[in-house]
C-alpha cells in the first residue's frame, strides 16, 4: 500500500490581522518576501561605512558619472557623499548647508531637480520645513536652490512655504498652508511666474504625473483632499487645479509612491490608490496590524518606496508596540503588487531614496 502525500500550502503573504486559526497564509515573517507565491529570503542591506551624528530626515541620489553623490538632510544640515558603483566612498562629506539655515529638530526634507537655459546645465532644488511634529505646522522656510554639480551652499529663492516642492518641468512649484501654490518661470527657480488659492487647507505633497496634451501634470495631496493640476495655454502658461476626491486623507508628507503610473499611499485610517480615480486598496491582512500599532503621534515618520524589482510598495513606520521602541521608524508593511498581498518585516529606517540608474536601494 502507497502512502497518499498531502502537501500544506498556504496562500503567499503574511496576516497580521485576525486570529492564529482563521489565517490562510502564514502569520509570521522576518526578512521574507513572495515570489511565484512562494516565500524567498530578501537577503540583507549592503552599509556604506561613514558615519551620520543625527537622524537622516530626507535623502537624494544624483548621478554624477562614474559615481553618485547621495545627499543626505538632518535638522541642521544638508550635505552629500560620492560614492561609486558598489556604494563604496570615494570621498568626503561635502557640506552644501544653506547660509542662514534654520536648525530644528523637526525638520523635514524634499529634493527635486530641474533644468536651468541659463548655463545649459541642472539645479537642485530643496526645502526643509519642521513638520516632522505636527503635518499641518504653518511655520515657512525658504526654498533653496544650486548648481546640481557644485560643491558651494545652496541659496535662497526667496520663496518660503511651509508645505515643499515639485517640479512639473519646466516650472518649479511650491506648496503650504491655506492652500497657497506658486509656480515660477520656465527653468528659472527664483523668478515666481503666478500663484493660487486651491484649497482651504495645507498641501500635504506632490509629485509629477502623465498629463498628455496637458503636460506638464501633477498630483497635489492636502489634509483631506487629492487636486489635479494641469497646464493651461502655451503662449501664457496657466495651470487649472481640478479636486479629484475631497473624500481623502493622507498620513504624511512623505508616504506617496508611484508605481506604474499609479500612486499608493496611506490615509489615516486605510490605504489608498489613485489610477485615474481614487480608490480603497484593499488590505485585509495587515491594516489593523498597521494602524493599531502605529504611533500616530509620529504619523510624519512615515515614509514610503518601492522595489521595483520584486513589485513591492514598502511602508516604514514607527510600531510603538515592538521591544525597545524609540520613537523612530522600526517596522514595515509591504505590499506587493504582482502577488496581490502583504506582509511585513522588522527593520529601522528613517528615511531612503530609490534611484533608477543605481542598482541598489
Known amino acids: 500500500m502507497v502512502d497518499k502525500i498531502y502537501p ?8 497580521r490581522d485576525g486570529t492564529v486559526f482563521s489565517a490562510t497564509s502564514y502569520i509570521d515573517s522576518q526578512w521574507c518576501r513572495w515570489y511565484r507565491s512562494l516565500p524567498k529570503k530578501m537577503g540583507g542591506y549592503k552599509q556604506i561605512e561613514t558615519d551620520l551624528p543625527r537622524i537622516v530626515q530626507g535623502m537624494y541620489v544624483i548621478p554624477e558619472t562614474p559615481n553618485f553623490n547621495v545627499y543626505v538632510g538632518d535638522r541642521s544640515t544638508l550635505k552629500f557623499l560620492p560614492i561609486d558603483a558598489t556604494g563604496k566612498p570615494v570621498g568626503a562629506f561635502v557640506d552644501r548647508t544653506p547660509v542662514g539655515f534654520s536648525d530644528n529638530v523637526d525638520n523635514v526634507w524634499m529634493f527635486d531637480r530641474m533644468f536651468s537655459t541659463t548655463d545649459d546645465g541642472s539645479i537642485l532644488i530643496a526645502h526643509a520645513a519642521p513638520n516632522l511634529a505636527a503635518i499641518d505646522s504653518a511655520v515657512r522656510q525658504p526654498v533653496w536652490f544650486g548648481e546640481m554639480f557644485s560643491n558651494a551652499p545652496l541659496e535662497s529663492t526667496d520663496i518660503n512655504l511651509s508645505g515643499g516642492i515639485a517640479v512639473l518641468h519646466p516650472f518649479l512649484f511650491a506648496f503650504g498652508d491655506t492652500g497657497q501654490v506658486i509656480w515660477t518661470q520656465a527653468n528659472t527657480p527664483n523668478v515666481i511666474l503666478n500663484e493660487a488659492r486651491v484649497t482651504g487647507e495645507k498641501i500635504i505633497a506632490m509629485l509629477a504625473t502623465r498629463g498628455g496634451n496637458s503636460s506638464p501634470a501633477g498630483l497635489m495631496w492636502s489634509l483631506t483632499s487629492v487636486i489635479r ?4 495655454g502655451t503662449t501664457e502658461p496657466a495651470f487649472t487645479f481640478d479636486t479629484v476626491s475631497g473624500d481623502s486623507s493622507i498620513l504624511s508628507s512623505r508616504c506617496v509612491v508611484e508605481y506604474g503610473g499609479q500612486y499608493f499611499w496611506p490615509a489615516i485610517d486605510r490605504f489608498l490608490v489613485y489610477a485615474g480615480t481614487v480608490q480603497e486598496l484593499p488590505n485585509s491582512m495587515s491594516l489593523e496590524y498597521f494602524f493599531s500599532n502605529l504611533d500616530f503621534s509620529q504619523r510624519q515618520k512615515v515614509w514610503g518606496t518601492q522595489i521595483a524589482k520584486w513589485g513591492e510598495i514598502w511602508w516604514h513606520f514607527p510600531n510603538k508596540s515592538l521591544p525597545e521602541y ?11 503588487i504582482r502577488e496581490k498581498t502583504w506582509y511585513a ?3 529601522s529606517r528613517s528615511s531612503g531614496y530609490i534611484d533608477p540608474t543605481f542598482s541598489f536601494p
Open 8 to 15: 500544506l500550502a498556504s496562500a503567499p503573504g503574511v496576516e
Open 326 to 336: 524609540d520613537g523612530e521608524c522600526n517596522d514595515a508593511v509591504i505590499y506587493n
Open 345 to 347: 518585516t522588522r527593520i
Open 229 to 232: 493640476v494641469t497646464q493651461t
